[in-house]
């Protein structure tokens, strides 16, 4: 069962695809007083992902 504090699993890369595609589909629905606001937020995630990554591999290189 995915989810929850004992049943956490990531999302493969098709399903992350699909993720971002749903958010930005949804945010392109919106008024555009929101639309630029959301834009930005979507941009700050996708860069903290990003960073995540780099971090995750950086680790795994000094613990090998």
Known sequence: MP???GGISK???EEEEQ???KV???I?????????????LKAIQDLC???G???DAEIR????
């Open 3 to 5: 989810g929850g504090a």
């Open 11 to 13: 999302m493969t890369k």
């Open 19 to 21: 993720a971002k595609f």
């Open 24 to 26: 930005s589909d949804y």
């Open 28 to 40: 392109n629905k919106m008024d555009d007083e929101l639309k630029d606001r959301f834009k930005a």
């Open 49 to 51: 992902d990003q960073l």
């Open 53 to 55: 990554e780099e971090e």
């Open 61 to 64: 290189e000094l613990e090998i």
